[in-house]
């Protein structure tokens, strides 16, 4: 859920072994992203484009605060970077889970569990580049969250180019 960053601080306290998976995406693909899902409850804010911006002007210092305390606990995935080379990054996160490989974990899309998220439909797709930078088509139209996330979005690029050299 997209307000689950708020609760790492609690989640942590309350389950000091558990590990947070934190996956990072461009800005404006994150305020497209929640802008375009239908939540069943909560998030009201995902109906505003202006007021999803002002929750990633708040998400940014928070979670930089929740790494210096839980910096261990924290593996990070970079949405654009996993997409490109899932196989690499996806052996980096069970090795840090402390899993065995399986190369299944590839083929996620042939699971016939239940899924319970909004992002249903992805799940039961292979991986996909066509939702990466996918603001681009929208750019004409989001000008004000791309000026109000300015800040925000310089950071990503150039915190995007340093886990890509990893």
């Known amino acids: 859920m997209p307000v689950n960053f708020a609760f790492i601080g609690w989640m942590l306290t ?6 947070i998976i934190h996956c990072k995406r461009h800005p404006l693909d994150v305020c497209l992203s929640n802008f375009f899902t239908s939540y069943t409850s909560g998030n009201s804010f995902s109906y505003d484009l ?8 708040v998400y940014e210092p928070l ?3 929740w790494y ?3 910096n261990d606990k924290i ?18 996160l069970v090795d840090w889970l402390d899993l065995t490989w399986n190369n299944r974990f590839l083929d996620h899309h042939k699971n016939k569990n239940i899924v319970l998220t ?7 797709q292979e991986v996909y580049t066509s939702a990466v930078y996918r603001w681009r088509n929208y750019e004409h139209l989001i000008g004000d969250i791309k000026e109000i ?7 990503y690029e150039s915190d995007l180019l340093v886990d890509a050299s990893k």
């Open 149 to 155: 996330l300015s800040n925000e979005i310089k950071a």
């Open 75 to 92: 593996f990070t995935v970079y949405y654009e970077n996993f997409i490109s080379n899932s196989e690499q990054i996806g052996k980096r």
């Open 118 to 124: 909004s992002s249903l439909c992805q799940v039961r």
């Open 68 to 70: 210096s305390i839980f």
């Open 14 to 19: 309350l389950f000091p072994e558990a590990k």
């Open 63 to 65: 979670m930089r605060y």
């Open 50 to 57: 202006n007021h999803i911006a002002m929750y990633i002007k």
